[in-house]
């Protein structure tokens, strides 16, 4: 499981950003609240993940907070 990517921020468009970490790109969805505190593109950024798997799908979804991803993880 990912539970934290720490990189630079290669795209963003709601509601997903591409971070780069170390040459991979990471496709991630963000809700809203994070994308409006995002720094801008090629600027760094760490952010908490929830890993998603199923039926050969793997979604992650980025926050920028504890208490966002906590949220989410018991919705």
């Known amino acids: ?5 720490r990189g630079v921020i290669a795209e963003k468009t709601p509601p ?4 780069d970490v170390g040459g991979v790109g990471y496709e991630v969805n963000i809700p ?3 994308f409006t505190e ?11 993940i ?13 926050f920028l ?5 906590a949220a989410f993880t018991l919705l």
């Not at 995002?38 to 908490?48: A, Y």
């Open 1 to 5: 499981m990912i539970g934290r990517l």
């Open 16 to 19: 997903q950003v591409v971070i």
């Open 32 to 34: 809203l609240s994070t």
């Open 38 to 48: 995002l720094p801008d593109e090629g600027e760094p950024v760490v952010l908490r």
């Open 50 to 62: 929830y890993t998603h798997s199923r039926e050969g799908a793997i979604q992650l979804f980025g």
């Open 65 to 69: 907070t504890e208490s966002e991803r």
